[in-house]
């Protein structure tokens, strides 16, 4: 069956220091996929879309990258920052019907002092 | 509102007895989504509204879940006879167009309790 998976372990890193979070699927390979910040008590947040003609995608201190061989996007944030801390989820449409978001479990992320 | 607003932040039920949710979603946006959260999941979807298209019902997991949507705006998510295992976060969001190489707004969803 079609599914999305992230690490649902906690990744925890040092301020400064660049996390990275992995997105996988299988079957589908979708033409767009989505990162989204998710804190306690409230709903997602829109962060970066990237296509699939596109290998990398930057935005300030995000990047992300999109490998439709292997199936995989990588969401790094650099110099990491303690405000970074949250739960980071990954969306595409698995189902290929065009209008309809899947999303991963999410990886939480907390960045020490 | 600018954002997408759901009602009530929090609701606490008796088992067996409905609820309804509410979602006000940004003006001007088509496509408007329910997914549930539960406690240390990722978001299950459970329908999608585009314009005055027939919703997209394929993630309601049983005949206890409805949704409609009035004159193309506001969404009202009706569970009736609620279980236990309905306790979630209902997230309500919306898109200007629906389709997904656009991104969802999302409200702060409804923490639904039932006892």
């Known amino acids: 069956s079609q599914k999305i998976e992230q690490n649902s372990e906690a990744l925890n890193i040092q301020e400064g220091k660049t996390a990275t979070l992995t997105c996988n699927y299988t079957?589908?390979?979708?033409?767009?996929l989505q990162w989204y910040r998710q804190d306690p008590g409230r709903g997602p947040v829109f962060l970066l879309l990237i296509r699939e003609n596109e290998k990398e995608k930057r935005k300030e201190r995000l990047k992300v990258t999109f490998d439709t061989t292997l199936k995989q996007s990588l969401f790094h944030i650099t110099a990491s920052q303690p405000a970074d801390s949250a739960t980071y989820l990954c969306a595409l449409d698995i189902a290929g019907g065009g209008n309809k978001l899947t999303f991963g479990t999410g990886t939480q992320l907390k960045v020490e002092l | 509102g600018a954002g997408v607003s759901q009602s009530p932040s929090n609701k606490v039920t008796e088992k067996g007895k409905d609820v309804e949710l509410r979602c006000d979603p940004i003006s001007g946006h088509t496509a408007l989504y329910w997914y549930r959260q539960s406690l240390g999941q990722g978001l299950e979807f459970l329908i999608y509204?585009?314009?005055?298209?027939?919703?997209?019902k394929s993630g309601l997991p049983s005949d206890r879940f409805s949704a409609e949507r009035t004159g193309g705006s506001v969404s009202t998510l009706t569970i009736q006879r609620t279980q236990q295992e309905d306790s979630a976060v209902y997230l309500c969001?919306?898109?200007?167009?629906?389709?997904?190489?656009?991104?969802?707004?999302f409200g702060s969803g409804t923490q639904l309790s039932v006892l």
């Open positions: 969001a919306s898109m200007r167009q629906g389709i997904t190489n656009e991104k969802l707004f």
């Open positions: 509204f585009q314009g005055n298209s027939a919703p997209d």
């Open positions: 079957n589908y390979s979708p033409a767009y």
